[in-house]
Structure formats: C-alpha cells, structure tokens
C-alpha cells in the first residue's frame, strides 16, 4: 500500500492527469482475502475545515525518535561521546529544537526566557494534592483533539491547540487555570501567549511533564502514546 501512495505521489510531481491517472475524487479499496481491488467514490464536504499543516506523526504516534546532527570539531572531525554517554534526544510534536526553554529546570523560567511574566509549574503530584484539598481550577488541554481523545484528565474542561488558544473565548474571567499538553512544552507557550492576552500569570498553573509525567507519577493504567 505504501508503495501505491509513493506512486500517487510520482504522478502528481509529473503533473500527471488529474482525472484518468490520479486516484482523487475516489478511494482504492483492497482487499487482502480476496485479492481484490474496488473503488468508491468520494465527495468534497463544502464545510470542511482547511487543513493548513501536517502534524508530527514520528512524535504522535511514538516512532523512533530523530537523532540531532553531531556538530564538527574544529579539526573537521566529527565528535564521538562515547558509548556510554546518552544518545542525544529527538524532536518529538511537543518539543520544539530552537526554544531553550523547552529544556530547562522548571524554576529557571523566568520572565526573560517566556517574554512575559511567569506562570506557575505545577507537578502531577502537587497538583493531585491540592485537588484532593478542594483545589477547583478550570483544566485546560493544549493538545490536539486526536491526541486527547487518545487519553485525556478525566476532569478536562476545553481542549484547544495551544496555537489557537484564545482567552476570551477558552478561559474564565476569573479563578484559577490548568494548562497541560503532552510533555509540558505546548503547555508553556500557552501560558505565555494567555499572558499576552491579558491573563493574570498568578491564575495559570502548567502541568510539568504533561500527561505523560501524569501518567507516569499518578495514573500507570493510563496509556502513552
């Protein structure tokens, strides 16, 4: 099957015939007990919402992650770490490789590293244990509706990517929030840019770790992804 995308992706490049040689307007269906090929046919929905950019599906699905490339020394060479020095880390949907922040201690985040004033980092842990104490903040996912329908806080009031978050519209007037994402880091720039908005940075508390460090601190029967 992937090698008749790879071949759907060769004819477009060849500006080959959209309406006799592409499969577009209809799905190929196979059928591997039968050893058959069908068609359907496919209409455009009128009210779609237009896809503007792809996701990181190496991230989103949990592949392998990409290696950095090694900087040469300055003898041209490239530098070795040794075997037992760990590899360095890859770029996952919720890491971004150019932003410092997204590699630092939680208490060296400062006004200076965001552009705005500090929110609060909360843990797992921390934050179950105000919750049990009658903590009520509005809970605020900044993942993707497909990642929280993977797993979720049972408590989630509004899931909004952190790239449209708005707080007008996704937040309350008053009383305190809960940001979290994946890892933590889609979690940080959505504080930042609520505090831009206007946003009162006492009120926003960021899920360190996100849901995985959840998951990993309080709840190991939720899945990871």
């Not at 843990?123 to 903040?137: F, I």
């Not at 979690?187 to 960021?206: F, M």
């Amino acid at each position: 099957m992937g090698c008749l995308q790879a071949t759907e992706c060769l004819k477009l490049l060849l500006g080959r015939d959209k309406e006799n040689e592409i499969c577009s307007g209809r799905v190929l269906v196979f059928d591997a007990l039968a050893m058959k090929f069908s068609q359907i046919g496919l209409s455009r929905d009128p009210n779609r919402t237009a896809i503007t950019e792809l996701i990181d599906y190496q991230g989103f699905c949990g592949g392998p992650q990409t290696p950095k490339p090694v900087a040469a020394s300055s003898t041209g060479s490239q530098h070795s770490s040794g075997k037992d020095d760990p590899a360095p880390p890859g770029r996952t949907m919720d890491e971004d490789a150019d932003t410092v922040v997204a590699t630092m201690e939680p208490q060296t985040i400062t006004a200076s590293t965001t552009d705005a004033a500090t929110f609060h980092t909360i843990s797992p842990a921390e934050a179950l244990g105000k919750l049990k104490n009658g903590w009520c903040p509005w809970v605020l996912d900044v993942r993707l509706q497909t990642e929280n329908d993977i797993v979720k806080l049972p408590f989630t009031d509004r899931v909004v990517p952190h790239r449209t978050v708005h707080a007008a519209k996704h937040v309350p007037d008053m009383g305190d929030v809960l940001v979290y994402c994946k890892a933590g880091v889609r979690g940080k720039k959505a504080c930042t840019q609520l505090i831009a908005q206007g946003v009162d940075p006492e009120r926003l508390y960021n899920l360190q770790g996100g849901i995985m460090q959840w998951q990993k601190e309080v709840d190991p029967t939720m899945p990871r992804y």
